[in-house]
Each structure stands twice: as C-alpha cells, then as structure tokens.
C-alpha cells in the first residue's frame, strides 16, 4: 500500500487561526487517503487546503 503525506488547515469554533496539521497514512489512492484523515478529526472542526501528497 502506498504512503501519502496529509496536509490540512484546521479551525475550531473558539480559535481565531487556523492550525496547519500534517500526518502520514496509507491507503490506496488519494481520495481515500483524505477520507482516512477526515474521520480522524474532531466533528466540530472546520477543514480546509487538505492535500496528499504520495511518498
């Protein structure tokens, strides 16, 4: 399986920036690479610029 870089922002209701998150994961193509990380994050976050990046 290959290995993919995540990059997302992250912004909770009571922050006034968002935060730039990274991580590594596996998983067969880019789409389910995002959709491994989106599960991840906390519910009342906001996402945004989420990108991968394979390795």
Do not use: D, H, L, Y
Request: aromatic share 4%.
């Amino acid at each position: 399986m290959p290995t993919f870089r995540v990059q997302w922002e992250e912004k909770s209701s009571s922050s006034t920036n968002p935060a730039r998150k990274t991580t590594t994961i596996t998983a067969n193509s880019m789409a389910e690479a995002k959709a491994k990380v989106r599960q991840r994050i906390r519910v009342g976050a906001k996402v945004s610029n989420m990108t991968a990046v394979r390795q």
